[in-house]
């Protein structure tokens, strides 16, 4: 059989980077990647569990091209739904296998000589703390920014969330790793890193230095040539001032923090299990508006989980109101298996939770129209990440990560660059300037 590979991600960027390991390791190993599924020999489909709709779309993927199996294609189920579905995924899809999660990555290799050799199913679905992190290549898929997992795993119970069942207990990476791969990526010509984790600043470092996130955070920041550092996903209980103290003392460290919410009541949060309060939400927020550096602050909203009321919706739109969101990503209550909520009264009809949702997308929409308006005339540094030649424009974002897009001229080369743009137009998603000075 020949070794090309086709693979296609679902959800966060801690599956991109995910893949981008699983991509480097294939690559390493002498497999060729190909770009449709009709072209490979083995479909890898790396996968998120986080919603229900996302988890469907990945079954539906394997039901659309059951038939390809046939053909003597090998096709893989890895992520966040193999770690939940485990070996039901054969039973659902008998076309597949391979079957593994995101700690078993660096075994891929040995894993595929097993289907080679003859085995009908193959299984990776351990939790191995000394090989969450590491594989040995890694296929980046942009040239200017990086991803660098800092922590796996967690340890909240929220009460509608997977993650501690598809990523397993909170695992650390030592600063002294971080460190390394982050002065090899500025050495490489990367300028940003995203710090990844899915509860990013729950980080503790396991070595005998014992950082916390704020202080590897800060460190981070002084690795010589990297203009940008970005971190997410913050969890509100363990977001602490230091973190804040550190955006204000190093430019290097994006002026963006996300920061999930999920419902702006407190009677909600506790039915969710999140451990704070909205006072205690909010506490962190005026640490932020109250900062040297001007914080763009963005955040996730659950609308009809189980038990929420008319008023605690309002409360949530209260919230929206008054911390005034530069963005959010607004979801409707997923049902998903093993979680507390699953068996809770209340359940919110599927309608309503539709209405509940428009709602705020509606308010969010209005807020950012009138912050992204605050912003013409401001002059902001902007990473060029493409270009959008129907339109003529350059692709980039801020530090506060905004798209702000401007006019390109033919023949020119700008991607990677940093390069100062006033704001002369805004709507409610991206901004649109034109450039100031020649290229830094």
Known sequence: MQKTFYIETFGCQ????????????????GYSQVETVEEANYVFYNTCSIRDKAEQKVFHRLDTFKKAAGGGK????????????????FAKAPHVSLVAGSASYT???????????GNRRVTGLSFDTDEAFDTPYTRRDNPHRAYLTIIEGCDKSCAYCVVPFTRGPERSRTSQSVLEEGRRLAADGYTEIQLLGQNVNSYR???????????????????????RVRFTTSHPRDFVKPIIDAIDENPNLCNHVHLPVQSGSTRVLAAMQRLYTRDQYMQRIEWMKNARRPIAITTDIIVGFPGETETDFEDTLKLLDEVRYDSLFAFKYSVRPN???????????????????????????????????????????VLVEGQNKALGQWIGRTSQHRPLN????????????????RVTRAGPNSLVGER?????
């Open 107 to 117: 075994k891929l290799p040995q894993m595929l000589v097993q289907l080679e050799a």
């Open 406 to 421: 401007f006019a390109s001229q033919p023949g020119e080369s700008l991607l990677g660059t940093y390069l100062p743009v």
């Open 339 to 381: 979680t507390a909520a699953l068996t809770m009264p209340g359940q919110i009809p599927e309608e309503e939770k539709t209405r509940r949702i428009q709602i705020v997308l509606e308010r969010q929409r209005a807020i950012q129209i009138r912050l992204n308006s605050d912003l013409i005339g401001n002059v902001e540094e």
């Open 74 to 89: 090998v096709f893989a189920v890895l992520g966040c739904v193999a770690q939940q579905e485990g070996e039901k995924i």
């Open 436 to 440: 100031v000075t020649p290229v830094v």
């Open 205 to 227: 470092d396991p070595s005998p230095v014992g950082w916390d996130f704020a202080t590897l955070l800060s460190k981070v920041g002084e690795i010589p040539g990297m203009r």
């Open 14 to 29: 801690m599956n991109a980077h995910d893949s981008e390991k699983v991509v480097g390791t294939l690559l390493a190993t």
